[in-house]
């Protein structure tokens, strides 16, 4: 650890002296007898720290100088903890000063004990901070289409720090749109492969006879429409990232096929005679329970453990419910063309008492929906398609894609009409009033519906 920068400033050369031969030892000294100087020395070497006597030349009397130095100081670098020093048992001016931002004080005739202890802590003060800085901005930088402020995320976040740096394979498990594929994207861009490629492969989407050379290549000829030589996903990964997608939809004997390649990262293009090496990270994904799989037999044991060296659970959005708003927000200003649309107070209490069973996919598609919907600059828990109970519920049940929600939209609306219709005795006038819909819109979902009266 480098010794923490101090620059004494300070008119009166035997109390510079005292100070130096007091602080040495602890610091990385630096000198000034005016604020000339001391500007000089604080925009070279950014100190950590800072003494500055207030009563300056030409001013030594007063301490008009000396805050107009503080004031220079902290412009050049506001983190630097500057300490001043007075000569008059007035605090008036030491308070000013610390108003202006100044860390700490103390008065002349310097107690070296004192001093000692006040430095200490400033500069523990300035390291925090500095380390919280950095973190901060790790953060913004790494994760920055990421978020999520719960401790279940940060505790994901930790995760993907630790093993980006690493090689090891990772398994990243949670239910359907959570983030998988987020958080392996993440995993490899924080790494040291991240100028490379990452290769998704979705393992459920690809027919089974196509997955093996998809995966592995194939040489000119080798089956029936092999026109050329291809390479696999495998094979374009090298150097960077291979993501197995739904790793739990592979078809057994593929399995052992990428276990063989998982042992000595090893691969034959499908009719080749050449076997090559690769270098390439693998983190597979899966919302299925592959331990489940494993009783029933549909997935590899041994494969199982060659992936989830490490296993990294996205949470339901429903178990970090206090993300639910920061990412409503978040995916608002990533819609929001022109002025970012808001979420009225009841559109926030139906966000927040839904349980979100699609995760954040189905949070995001709303979003994009209402932005497009809403008619207005606020958005309302219609334009969201969490109008009513009814709807909430109707969609929470099913795996409330876009398809169920317009479906659930739909069914509500020829009930509310038909009730409406029902209820003013088939005048269509009045049922369009209690409806709060025009005669001519409300024709329009009659035919709409063909709904009869
Ligand atoms: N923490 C987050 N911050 C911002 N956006 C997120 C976050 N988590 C997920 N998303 C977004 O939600 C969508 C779904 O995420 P992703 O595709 O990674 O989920 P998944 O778990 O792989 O889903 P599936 O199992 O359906 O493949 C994506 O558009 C992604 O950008
Ligand atoms: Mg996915």
Redo the contacts with the bound molecule.
């Keep these: 650890m480098p010794k923490p920068k101090i620059l004494v400033i300070d008119d009166d050369e035997p109390i510079r002296t005292q100070m130096k031969w007091a602080l040495i030892q602890d610091y990385d000294l630096f000198l000034a007898k005016d604020g000339v100087e001391a500007v000089q020395i604080m925009k070279k070497e950014l100190p950590a720290l800072v003494t500055l006597d207030l009563g300056l030349p030409p001013t030594p009397e007063d301490t008009a100088e000396g805050i107009r130095v503080l004031e220079q100081l902290l412009d050049i670098d506001p983190s630097t903890k500057v300490i001043v020093v007075t000569g008059n048992p007035d605090k008036s001016a030491a308070l000013k000063a610390i108003s202006l931002g100044a860390h700490d004080f103390f008065t002349k005739p310097i107690d070296l004990p004192e001093l000692k202890a006040i430095l200490k802590r400033a500069s523990y003060v300035h390291s925090l901070e500095k380390e919280c800085q950095n973190l901060q901005k790790q953060v913004h930088q790494q994760?920055s289409?990421?978020?999520?402020s719960s401790g279940r995320?940060q505790e994901v976040f930790s995760t993907i720090k630790k093993v980006s740096t690493t090689d090891v394979p990772v398994l990243?498990t949670?239910?359907?749109?959570?983030?998988?594929?987020?958080?392996?994207?993440a995993i490899h861009s924080t790494g040291a492969r991240c100028a490379r490629a990452f290769v998704p492969i979705?393992c459920g989407a690809i027919p089974e006879n196509l997955l093996e050379s998809e995966l592995f290549g194939h040489e000119k000829g080798s089956f029936t429409g092999a026109h050329a030589q291809r390479k696999g996903k495998i094979e374009l990964a090298a150097g960077g990232t291979l993501f197995l997608?739904?790793i739990g939809e592979m078809p057994l004997q593929l399995q052992v096929k990428l276990l063989r390649f998982l042992q000595d990262f090893k691969i034959e293009r499908v009719g080749g005679r050449e076997t090559f090496e690769l270098d390439v990270r693998v983190i597979a994904?899966t919302?299925k329970d592959l331990k489940k799989l494993i009783e029933e037999g549909r997935f590899r044991e041994d494969l199982y453990y060659r992936l989830a060296v490490v296993t990294l659970d996205?949470p339901a959005l429903r178990e970090r419910s206090s993300?639910t708003l920061l990412?409503a927000r978040?995916?608002l200003q990533k819609f929001s063309t022109n002025a970012q649309k808001k979420l009225s107070p009841r559109a926030i209490e139906a966000i927040n008492a839904y349980n979100w069973p699609g995760?954040?996919?189905e949070?995001?598609n709303k979003i994009r929906r209402a932005v497009t919907l809403a008619e207005e600059h606020i958005i309302t828990p219609f334009d969201l398609g969490l109008g009513t109970d009814a709807d909430a519920s109707a969609e929470g049940g099913q795996d409330a894609q876009g398809l169920n929600l317009k479906k659930a939209v739909e069914d509500l609306e020829v009930r509310l009409i038909q009730a409406a219709i029902l209820k003013n005795d088939r005048n269509i006038s009045k049922a369009a009033e209690d409806l709060g819909l025009s005669r001519p819109t409300l024709y329009s979902l009659l035919k709409k519906y063909a709904i009869t009266i």
């Design positions: 994760f289409d990421m978020v999520g995320m990243i949670g239910e359907s749109g959570t983030g998988k594929e987020l958080v392996a994207r979705n997608d739904e994904a919302n996205v993300d990412l978040f995916f995760n954040v996919r949070l995001e």
